[in-house]
Structures are given as structure tokens and as C-alpha cells.
């Protein structure tokens, strides 16, 4: 618990005051009775100077609310009990509560979904962790806690409806492991893998919940799950389904999922394409003939810096191929949200068994050869596409194969893609500005990505505006805060902080040099080439090694912010 007073915040110390605060804000505006607020200070017996002594703490609340600016009267004293005068302005339960009730009765899920982020987003680390009452830790703190999840498996549900499935998976992952009997949302996480082509890791985090359940519980999942698990075994469908509205605040809709006795006959199709995707047409035809050619190495590469497109580009072609392999396309994440790599012997047990049937596995976001190499041989004769910042040069040496370097979107691929995303009228009628906004983003899919997303859910902010904004400083405002990988300096400084120190600084080094001649001029070539591996340059022929100019702002602005913290350190 904590006061705000202008750009000030006092976190309470535990004490009897803030066991009284506490109870009395948990009951907003509500008589709350002296019985119960005694309990919640005192927890065990009170003293029989209680009463007197209760008193005694509101009056150094009150003092308290004085020193920032908060009337007296905030704290009410009312025949048997108090009561707390609070509103949406003044505490963010109110404010949660509010923005949960009205999203029931918004206009259409987006509108709903962006309500219901935003009461989340007042939440800020374990309610009541400075409050020393045990009646209310053991009593109040779950109920809050109940509230929060029953919105966020509703957040959920309208992502997954929405076909957000690789943008959730943050989420579910952190919910299903820290509440692991609350099968909703292992139900979600589980639907979540399977629609995104990870049939091996929704299969291992299904039997996980169910051997949980059945050692600590004794009990079987319910019926979700297992209607879930035959989904899977069967290769079923799982098309984006509308959820059902919201009958009450935090109401949770279930996706149906399909039935029928025998598995469809028809090619297995669990990659959904990706949303708004545009350009790239001529690296997805040679993709897709290297993919499925009769004889040869059937593996592809697709490198490039960070946030060009690599991942959506590996999704999409997979999506179009899908059809030739009926032994199934499986991907596996080589990489955590926080962009350390995972474990070959983790990521090995994944690799699904050989099936009848061609198969596709794409290894995203491989973090070097070491990685890959072990799971080719795990793969066996299933066509391989892996994406990474680096272009594996060993890949390609000892198995064949291609590589696709990215380069950024063409001007009017980024254009298309805003369109795509935004809305084509809306794009139609400020076309300068779309293009000067695709233009701040460096044509980089994305950062064209988080702008479409700050558009969608401003209705009323014209592109020129958005335009305006970002470009004052495009590498730190181009973030969503609800999703760590949609943040441009959070995904570019992952992917220099996993530099050595001295190649770090040779990037750095070279984005400030920026627009004097040739900036790797004096460089050593092997850094540079290093460089290039890790994505974060880019080289000829023709002409000298250049960086992205994205990139490039992202360096000047963190060389700046190493100087100022410099300059304002003690000496």
C-alpha cells in the first residue's frame, strides 16, 4: 500500500494504521463495522483499550492524509463503524473494479479487451504486501487475487478469440505455472501452443497439469483438457471462436472446440496465417520450393537483425506449405521471453517422433549453430526452417541449404502492412502520413507492428499525430507496455546486451559515427564480421557495412544515456 501525492510516493511501513487503512479501502465507501476493523488491527483478542486505542490511529491517519494533501473527512466516523470516501480518482480498486464492469458492456471485443488491459495494468506487485493483519493476508488477499485472474483469463480468451496466440503466450505461461490447479488457464496456454504449430510442447504441458493433478490431487484434468488433449491427438482444428459476452465483470468465455468420431481426413492445418502480413513475396516462393522439393536438403535459414520479420516471415511461409506436410508442422521457441536460450536438451525432447508423412519443423529464434546442429539430427528427414539473428553459416555448410538475409520492408510493403493492420480507409485518408510513419519505423515489421497497435486502440489519433509523436524519440516510445516483445528497446537491447563487451562497444561506436563517411572506417574487419553475424550490421557488395537506421538511433540514444549516468555519477 502507498500514498501518491504529485510525482511522491510513500510506501506505508507494516503498523496498526495501515491494517486499518487497508481494511477500510478494501470496503470503499462502505460503513464498515468497529467489530471487524478491531479484528483486522489486532487479529487475536484486542486489548480491552482497543476501542480508544482504534481511534487513536485514525487520528494519525488523518494527520497523515493532512502532510499530502488529503481531507480529514476522506476517513468518516458513522454510528458503528467508519467509512472510506473513495472514487476512481483516488484508489486504483475503485478504478480496477470500474474498468472491469464497463467492459462488460462495450462495443465489441477490442474495445473490451483494451479496457480490461488497462484495469491490469494498475496492478502492481503482491496486493497488501506491507500490511501485517493476518485476517486480512488470509482472508482479503485472495479475493483480490480471485478478481485479478478472473479478468485475465478473460483477457485471454479474447486474445486467443482474436487469433493473438503467439501475443498471450507470456501471459499464460506465467499464470498456468503460478496457479496450477486453475486448469482455465492451462486449458489456454495449452490452445495457445497448439495453434501455433508447438504440437509437441501443448502435448508435454497437458500430461505435466495432469500428472500434477493426479500425485498431489489424486483427480483427473477436467473436461476442457481433455477435450483439448484429443484435439491434438486427432490433429483437429482449432479455428478462432468469438467468445461469449461478458454476463458480469471478469466473466470467462470457453472456446468450443470441434468434435466428431474420426479424425478429418482432410491435410493437417494448425498454422493460422499471420495477421496483415505483407511483402516478402520472393523470398516466401523460394522458401516454400526449398521446403518442399522431392529430393535435396530441405533446410532454410532466414537471419537478419532484430525485429525484421524473421519470425512472422517463418509463420507465414509455414502456413502456405502447410498442405505438404500431413505429418504435421511443428515449431519450437529456441528462445525464452526474456531472450535466453534454451537448453538443447530441453528443446531435443521436443522434437516430435517421425510420423507418416512429411513434416515440417521450424526452429525460431536459434541463438547460434550450437543450438541448431543437435536438433537437425533429432528432426531426421523432416524439412527444417530456422530462424535466427545470425546466418549460421555451419548450418548451411555441413547439411546444405539456403539462406535468406532480411533486409527492412520496401516502402510499399510497410505501407500495405500499416493497411493491413489499421484499417485501409484509415490509412487512405492521411497517406503522407502513413508513409511518413512507416518511415519513423524504419519500414521494420516490428516497430510497424507496436505503431498499428497504438493506432488501434486510439481511434481518435490521426497518423500524422502518431507520426509526430513517436519520431521525437522512435527507440523508446515505440513499446507496448503489456507485451515485452512487442518493445523495440527492449528487443534490441536483449539483443546487444548477449554481445561480448567489446563487440558491444564497436556497435555503439559505429552508430555514433553515423553520417561521417564511411563509419566502419578504422574498425577491425573480424568485429565487424561479428557484427554482421549477430545481425546488428549489415554488409556489401555493394558498398561498405552499414547499419539500419533504426539501429542507429538505438545506438546514439544509449551511448547518450551512458554519458549522462556518467556525468551525474559521484567522483
Same mark, same amino acid.
Given at each position: 500500500?502507498?500514498?501518491?501525492?504529485?510525482?511522491?510516493?510513500?510506501?506505508?511501513?507494516?503498523?496498526?494504521?495501515?491494517s #486499518? #487503512?487497508?481494511?477500510?479501502?478494501?470496503?470503499?465507501?462502505?460503513?464498515?463495522?468497529?467489530?471487524?476493523?478491531?479484528?483486522?488491527?489486532?487479529?487475536? =483478542?484486542?486489548?480491552?483499550?482497543?476501542?480508544?486505542?482504534?481511534?487513536?490511529?485514525?487520528?494519525?491517519?488523518?494527520?497523515?492524509?493532512?502532510?499530502?494533501?488529503?481531507?480529514?473527512?476522506?476517513?468518516?466516523?458513522?454510528?458503528?463503524?467508519? +467509512?472510506?470516501?473513495?472514487d476512481?480518482?483516488?484508489?486504483?480498486?475503485?478504478?480496477?473494479?470500474?474498468?472491469?464492469?464497463?467492459?462488460?458492456?462495450?462495443?465489441?471485443?477490442?474495445?473490451?479487451?483494451?479496457?480490461?488491459?488497462?484495469?491490469?495494468?494498475?496492478?502492481?506487485?503482491?496486493?497488501?504486501?506491507? @500490511?501485517?493483519?493476518?485476517?486480512?493476508?488470509?482472508?482479503?488477499?485472495?479475493?483480490?487475487e480471485?478478481?485479478?485472474?478472473?479478468?485475465?483469463?478473460? @483477457?485471454?480468451?479474447?486474445?486467443?478469440? &482474436?487469433?493473438?496466440?503467439?501475443?498471450?503466450?507470456?501471459?499464460?505461461?506465467?499464470?498456468?505455472?503460478?496457479?496450477?490447479?486453475?486448469?482455465? /488457464?492451462?486449458?489456454?496456454?495449452?490452445?495457445?501452443?497448439?495453434?501455433?504449430?508447438?504440437?509437441?510442447?501443448?502435448?508435454?504441458?497437458?500430461?505435466?497439469?495432469?500428472?500434477?493433478l493426479?500425485?498431489?490431487?489424486?483427480?483427473?484434468?477436467?473436461?476442457?483438457?481433455?477435450?483439448?488433449?484429443?484435439?491434438?491427438?486427432?490433429?483437429?482444428?482449432?479455428?478462432?471462436?468469438?467468445?461469449?459476452?461478458?454476463?458480469?465483470?471478469?466473466?470467462?468465455?470457453?472456446? %468450443?472446440?470441434?468434435?466428431?468420431?474420426?479424425?478429418?481426413?482432410?491435410?493437417?492445418?494448425?498454422?493460422?496465417?499471420?495477421p496483415?502480413?505483407?511483402?516478402?513475396?520472393?523470398?516466401?516462393?523460394a522458401?516454400?520450393?526449398?521446403?518442399?522439393?522431392?529430393d535435396?536438403?530441405?533446410?532454410?535459414?532466414?537471419?537478419?537483425?532484430?525485429?525484421?520479420?524473421?519470425?512472422?516471415?517463418?509463420?507465414?511461409?509455414?502456413?502456405?506449405?502447410?498442405?505438404? /506436410?500431413?505429418?504435421?508442422?511443428?515449431?519450437?521457441?529456441?528462445?525464452?521471453p526474456?531472450?535466453?536460450?534454451?537448453?538443447?536438451?530441453? &528443446?531435443?525432447?521436443?522434437?516430435?517422433?517421425?510420423?507418416?508423412?512429411?513434416?515440417?519443423?521450424? #526452429?525460431?529464434?536459434?541463438?547460434?549453430?550450437?543450438?541448431?546442429?543437435?536438433?537437425?539430427?533429432?528432426?531426421?528427414?523432416?524439412a527444417?526452417?530456422?530462424?535466427? +539473428?545470425?546466418?549460421?553459416?555451419?548450418?548451411?555448410?555441413?547439411?546444405?541449404?539456403?539462406?535468406?538475409? #532480411?533486409?527492412?520492408?520496401?516502402?510499399?510493403?510497410?505501407?500495405?502492412?500499416? &493497411?493491413?493492420?489499421?484499417?485501409?480507409?484509415? @490509412?487512405?485518408?492521411?497517406?503522407? %502520413?502513413?508513409?511518413?510513419?512507416?518511415?519513423?519505423?524504419?519500414?521494420?515489421?516490428?516497430?510497424?507492428?507496436?505503431?498499428?497497435?497504438?493506432?488501434?486502440?486510439?481511434?481518435?489519433?490521426?497518423?500524422?499525430?502518431?507520426?509526430?509523436?513517436?519520431?521525437?524519440?522512435?527507440?523508446?516510445?515505440? %513499446?507496448?507496455? =503489456?507485451?515485452?516483445?512487442?518493445? @523495440?528497446?527492449q528487443?534490441?537491447?536483449?539483443?546487444?546486451?548477449?554481445?561480448?563487451?567489446?563487440? !558491444?562497444?564497436?556497435?555503439?561506436?559505429?552508430?555514433?559515427?553515423?553520417?561521417?563517411?564511411?563509419?566502419? %572506417?578504422?574498425?577491425?574487419?573480424s568485429?565487424l564480421?561479428?557484427?554482421?553475424?549477430?545481425?546488428?550490421?549489415?554488409?556489401?557488395?555493394?558498398?561498405?557495412? +552499414?547499419?539500419?537506421e533504426?539501429? !542507429?538511433?538505438?545506438?546514439?540514444?544509449?551511448?547518450?544515456?551512458?554519458?549522462?549516468?556518467?556525468?551525474?555519477?559521484?567522483?
Open positions: 500500500m502507498s500514498i501518491a501525492h504529485g510525482p511522491e510516493t510513500v510506501v506505508l511501513k507494516p503498523s496498526k494504521p495501515t #486499518l #487503512l487497508a481494511a477500510l479501502l478494501l470496503h470503499p465507501n462502505t460503513v464498515v463495522s468497529t467489530a471487524y476493523l478491531l479484528r483486522a488491527v489486532w487479529d487475536e =483478542e484486542p486489548p480491552a483499550t482497543a476501542r480508544a486505542a482504534l481511534q487513536t490511529c485514525v487520528l494519525r491517519l488523518r494527520r497523515l492524509f493532512a502532510k499530502y494533501g488529503i481531507s480529514a473527512t476522506t476517513i468518516e466516523a458513522v454510528p458503528g463503524g467508519y +467509512r472510506m470516501h473513495c476512481t480518482g483516488t484508489l486504483d480498486l475503485v478504478q480496477f473494479r470500474t474498468l472491469a464492469s464497463r467492459a462488460g458492456t462495450a462495443d465489441g471485443p477490442g474495445e473490451e479487451l483494451y479496457r480490461l488491459r488497462e484495469a491490469l495494468s494498475l496492478w502492481q506487485g503482491q496486493p497488501l504486501a506491507n @500490511v501485517a493483519s493476518r485476517m486480512l493476508q488470509d482472508d482479503a488477499v485472495p479475493a483480490l480471485q478478481e485479478r485472474l478472473r479478468v485475465l483469463e478473460r @483477457v485471454c480468451d479474447l486474445e486467443l478469440a &482474436a487469433g493473438n496466440c503467439h501475443q498471450v503466450l507470456v501471459d499464460l505461461y506465467e499464470s498456468a505455472r503460478r496457479h496450477p490447479v486453475r486448469e482455465r /488457464f492451462t486449458e489456454q496456454l495449452v490452445e495457445a501452443l497448439y495453434r501455433t504449430g508447438r504440437q509437441a510442447e501443448a502435448l508435454a504441458e497437458y500430461r505435466t497439469v495432469r500428472d500434477r493426479r500425485d498431489e490431487l489424486g483427480i483427473d484434468p477436467g473436461p476442457g483438457l481433455r477435450r483439448l488433449e484429443l484435439a491434438i491427438l486427432r490433429a483437429e482444428e482449432l479455428a478462432p471462436a468469438p467468445p461469449e459476452p461478458a454476463r458480469t465483470a471478469g466473466a470467462t468465455a470457453v472456446l %468450443a472446440l470441434p468434435s466428431g468420431a474420426s479424425a478429418p481426413a482432410r491435410p493437417f492445418r494448425a498454422v493460422p496465417p499471420v496483415a502480413f505483407a511483402g516478402r513475396e520472393s523470398d516466401r516462393r522458401m516454400a520450393a526449398r521446403l518442399t522439393a522431392p535435396g536438403p530441405r533446410l532454410v535459414v532466414v537471419s537478419g537483425a532484430p525485429g525484421i520479420g524473421k519470425s512472422a516471415l517463418a509463420r507465414q511461409t509455414a502456413h502456405e506449405v502447410q498442405e505438404s /506436410f500431413p505429418g504435421g508442422v511443428f515449431t519450437l521457441e529456441l528462445a525464452r526474456d531472450g535466453t536460450p534454451v537448453a538443447v536438451e530441453e &528443446a531435443a525432447r521436443l522434437v516430435p517422433e517421425p510420423a507418416e508423412g512429411r513434416r515440417l519443423v521450424v #526452429l525460431d529464434g536459434a541463438a547460434g549453430a550450437w543450438q541448431v546442429l543437435p536438433l537437425l539430427t533429432a528432426a531426421q528427414d523432416a527444417v526452417l530456422v530462424t535466427s +539473428r545470425r546466418q549460421l553459416a555451419a548450418v548451411v555448410a555441413t547439411h546444405g541449404g539456403a539462406v535468406h538475409r #532480411l533486409d527492412v520492408l520496401r516502402s510499399a510493403e510497410a505501407y500495405a502492412l500499416l &493497411a493491413g493492420l489499421v484499417g485501409a480507409e484509415r @490509412v487512405a485518408a492521411e497517406p503522407a %502520413a502513413t508513409r511518413e510513419l512507416a518511415a519513423v519505423c524504419g519500414h521494420f515489421p516490428l516497430a510497424l507492428r507496436i505503431a498499428a497497435g497504438r493506432l488501434l486502440t486510439r481511434p481518435g489519433l490521426s497518423v500524422a499525430a502518431c507520426a509526430a509523436w513517436l519520431a521525437e524519440d522512435p527507440t523508446a516510445r515505440l %513499446a507496448l507496455a =503489456e507485451d515485452a516483445g512487442l518493445s @523495440v528497446p528487443v534490441l537491447g536483449q539483443a546487444l546486451d548477449a554481445l561480448a563487451p567489446d563487440l !558491444r562497444e564497436a556497435f555503439l561506436r559505429l552508430g555514433a559515427r553515423a553520417g561521417a563517411g564511411d563509419p566502419s %572506417a578504422g574498425e577491425d574487419e568485429v564480421e561479428q557484427l554482421v553475424e549477430a545481425g546488428l550490421l549489415e554488409d556489401g557488395p555493394p558498398g561498405p557495412y +552499414r547499419m539500419h533504426l539501429l !542507429r538511433i538505438y545506438a546514439r540514444r544509449r551511448v547518450r544515456r551512458q554519458e549522462t549516468t556518467a556525468a551525474a555519477a559521484p567522483r
